[in-house]
């Protein structure tokens, strides 16, 4: 299967600090990139999905200026978390969609991020 | 009632046996059906993925869709216990983008 990487995967920050958090898709180019919040023991949460060059749509209830997203090409898409506060502490996965058959979905390995 | 039903488990079973892990959904849109597999603090792996109705097979997994009674099934044959994660069920119909996930369901198998 095509590869997602993520980076990095486990980032500590003092609130109020920035954190970007890297999405790459390595062997295939991503027509769409995807980026999710999971918290322990739940299924993923969907917060925005970015297609290359426009802007990302933000699902309900997610605020777009709190997590900058940034799909600048076909390979790369960046999650900004800005002011960060514990309660932003998660793990945030991205995905990326391509591959030979056009619609399947690839997910990274995720990057846990915790807000002292 | 939420989009897709899965039942959480924990789902126990011995090494060697046939799992069986299922998903129900009320969208009759939804066309393309997956199923992941993620361990522990790790991204989801995409194990497999159908589009529409049918059968498909790939090594010890099996994937099944039933779009007449919108059931969708995942089996295991030989179960290992590195076989033991939460199995995800994902769909989406033809014009959307967004996934659509189940809750998930934990499978242990033990040596």
């Known amino acids: 299967g095509a590869v997602v990487s993520q980076h990095p995967s486990w980032v500590i920050c003092k609130s109020g600090t920035s954190v970007k958090i890297e999405c790459r898709s390595l062997?295939?180019?991503?027509?769409?990139m995807f980026w999710y919040r999971q918290f322990p023991k739940q299924s993923l949460m969907l917060m925005a999905t970015?297609?290359?060059?426009?802007?990302?749509?933000?699902e309900q209830g997610v605020e777009k200026d709190k997590f900058l997203i940034n799909h600048a090409s076909l390979t790369l898409s960046t999650l900004t978390v800005t002011s960060a506060h514990p309660e932003d502490s998660s793990f945030y996965i991205c995905?990326?969609?391509?591959?030979?058959?056009?619609?399947?979905?690839?997910f990274g390995p995720g990057t846990r991020l915790t807000v002292l | 009632q939420k989009e897709v039903e899965q039942d959480p488990g924990p789902l126990s079973v011995p090494e060697g046996a046939i799992v069986s892990l299922n998903c129900t959904y009320s969208?009759?849109?939804?066309?393309?059906f997956m199923w992941y597999r993620q361990y522990s603090r790790k991204g989801p792996e995409l194990l497999m993925y159908?589009?529409?109705?049918g059968n498909k097979e790939d090594g010890r997994f099996t994937a099944q869709v039933d779009k007449s009674s919108k059931y969708i099934s995942l089996f295991i044959r030989d179960s290992q216990p590195s076989d033991s994660a939460t199995y995800l069920c994902?769909?989406?119909?033809?014009?959307?983008?967004?996934?659509?996930f189940g809750g998930g369901t934990r499978l242990m198998v033990k040596p």
């Open positions: 995905s990326a969609r391509g591959g030979r058959a056009g619609y399947e979905q690839f």
């Open positions: 062997d295939f180019q991503a027509t769409t």
């Open positions: 970015s297609n290359e060059g426009s802007k990302a749509t933000y």
């Open positions: 969208n009759s849109a939804f066309q393309y």
């Open positions: 159908t589009y529409s109705s």
């Open positions: 994902a769909m989406r119909n033809n014009a959307g983008n967004m996934l659509t």
